[in-house]
């Protein structure tokens, strides 16, 4: 065969897989649209039934008032019998922590049971964040603890005069660049810091004594950054029995009168719209890459 009219065959049937494409692509957000609008009397209906909520706290720990919004709205809504707190996180920033504290504690308030189940990381940050639980449940191996406070910079000042570069700050106060990459701390500088960190430490050790029902002098032993596995904290105190969902349902049951069978469901912080264009975004995605990886056999195949 001609090799042109190989190449000009080829040529027609790319642009018949682009076309191909878009209306696929048109096709997954119609489906999507259609299956919202089709499901949402049903999803509706469901919402009424009784049900516990399952935050999962995973990755970094931020400020993110979606999810205290979300806490607060579950709080209200009489369907919703109490909280699971599923953890895996290594901690994050001390007002995330403190943020996600204070929600948990207002849903703890409205009456309802919160039992926290800590993975396989539950440190820092990750670890304030269970202290308002009735019941906090770790796995033999997990990493919890890290109670304490850290407040991080650089000193780059020899390599810039090495390199012949001189930086200028000129500031409101003595203390005001401090800490800065580009001269090291001075003494004043690094005991106005110290005491930042001490107060935030304090903090944190007073929210653990209140959630732990310790005393701040039983805490602050344990509370020197270092992290235990599960076993070693339920020794010290630290979290109230080994387990994981299982053993949080039974004793919600058992302490919070919710039956086992009651249906679980995750808490999105994301509203309606967020969730329903992911999920098409999702839809698309596949359709995007399946047609891609068909045109890329073609390519594989034909030889000029």
Not at 203 to 224: K, N, Y
Request: net charge positive; no cysteine; hydrophobic share 50%.
């Amino acid at each position: 065969m001609n090799p042109s009219l190989d190449h000009d065959l080829l040529l027609d049937r790319r642009r018949l897989k682009r076309r191909l494409l878009a209306w696929r692509v048109a096709a997954v957000v119609l489906a999507g649209v259609a299956g919202f609008v089709a499901l949402r009397p049903q999803l509706e209906a469901l919402s009424g039934q009784d049900h516990l909520v399952r935050l999962k706290v995973e990755g970094t720990i931020t400020d993110d008032p979606r999810v205290a919004q979300a806490l607060d709205a579950a709080a209200r809504d009489v369907a919703v019998k109490g909280l699971i707190l599923s953890i895996d996180s290594p901690g994050g920033t001390v007002s995330g922590g403190e943020a996600l504290h204070a929600a948990v504690a207002r849903f703890r308030d409205s009456g309802k049971p919160v039992a926290a189940v800590m993975r396989g990381t539950a440190a820092s940050a990750a670890y304030m964040a269970a202290m308002p639980a009735g019941r906090v449940f770790a796995r033999e191996s997990t990493v919890t603890g890290s109670i304490g406070v850290l407040l991080q910079s650089f000193d780059a000042s020899e390599l810039l005069s090495r390199l012949g570069v001189r930086p200028e700050a000129l500031t409101s106060g003595a203390l005001k660049a401090q800490p800065s990459p580009f001269q090291p701390l001075t003494p004043e500088g690094r005991a106005a810091l110290q005491g930042v960190v001490a107060d935030l430490h304090a903090q944190f050790v007073a929210m653990v004594a209140a959630g732990r029902r310790m005393s701040v002098e039983q805490v602050q032993p344990l509370a020197d950054g270092r992290v235990y596995t599960g076993r070693q904290a339920l020794a010290l105190g630290l979290v109230d029995a080994i387990g994981a969902e299982p053993e949080a349902r039974a004793w919600m049951e058992f302490q919070g009168k919710v039956p086992v069978a009651t249906p679980v469901r995750d808490l999105d912080p994301r509203d309606a719209s967020e969730r329903f264009f992911g999920f098409a975004l999702r839809g698309l995605g596949r359709s995007v890459v399946s047609e891609w990886l068909a045109i890329d056999g073609i390519r594989a195949v034909w030889q000029p």
